[in-house]
């Protein structure tokens, strides 16, 4: 059982940068994707980005693209996603996932193609 710990959420201004951290509980992240979701208040919970388990294929959802990036330090057993040029619309809660695969290609973007979850982290960005 992997257990995946989220951190650097928070409240900042419309404009501003934040980076979420996720490690797993006990366990190496070696060999697992990673990806993170968000579910904004009264909405379903949708798909934010993705990285292979190698980091070197990334895969973003087209609002976040070119403001956010996904990566890893597997020496550091993390993975993060630096926020950039933030906006209100991305107020959220975030939630870090993983699942285990060598492969690249294609990246998973559906919640249940992910087995572990972490417990989310609130972002709150201001206009």
């Known amino acids: 059982q992997v257990q995946l710990v989220e951190s ?3 409240l900042v201004q ?19 994707r990673v990806a993170w979701f968000r579910q904004a208040p009264g909405k379903e919970r949708e798909f934010a980005a993705a990285i292979s388990s190698g980091g070197s294929t990334t895969y973003y959802t087209d609002s976040v693209k070119g403001r956010f990036t ?6 550091k057993n993390t993975a993060f996603l630096q926020m950039n040029s933030l906006k209100p619309d991305d107020t959220a809660v975030y939630y ?3 699942t285990f695969s060598w492969a690249d290609w294609p ?5 249940h193609e992910y087995v572990y979850w972490g417990q989310g ?7």
Do not use: K, M
């Open 8 to 10: 650097g959420g928070g």
């Open 14 to 32: 419309a404009g501003g940068s934040l980076r979420l951290s996720c490690a797993p509980s006990g366990r190496t992240f070696s060999g697992y």
């Open 70 to 75: 996904i990566s890893r330090d597997n020496a």
């Open 96 to 98: 870090c996932a993983a």
């Open 107 to 111: 990246l998973p973007i559906t919640q």
């Open 121 to 127: 982290t609130q972002v709150t960005v201001s206009s």
